[in-house]
């Protein structure tokens, strides 16, 4: 069985791209490349808050318009 069909890529939440793996955070997709940035990111990087905001913008269910 092959699963490299173009219709099971995932748009990345934090990179917003098209990637084939990941893991799902809820109900965010995140791509290998961008869980391992994270993960390699020191909180006195720029880059994260870039990822909390994104991951926080996640968390937010938008009940109020
Ligand atoms: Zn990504």
Redo the contacts with the bound molecule.
């Keep these: 069985m092959e699963h490299t069909n173009v219709f099971e890529l995932e748009c ?6 098209r ?1 084939k793996e ?1 893991i799902h955070l809820y109900t965010m997709f ?2 290998t ?3 391992y940035n994270m993960i390699h990111t020191e909180p006195r990087e720029e880059k994260y808050n870039y990822y909390l905001r994104k991951l926080k913008n996640m968390n937010q269910p938008k009940l109020y318009s």
């Design positions: 990345c939440g934090i990179c917003e791209e990637k990941g995140i791509c490349e961008c869980e």
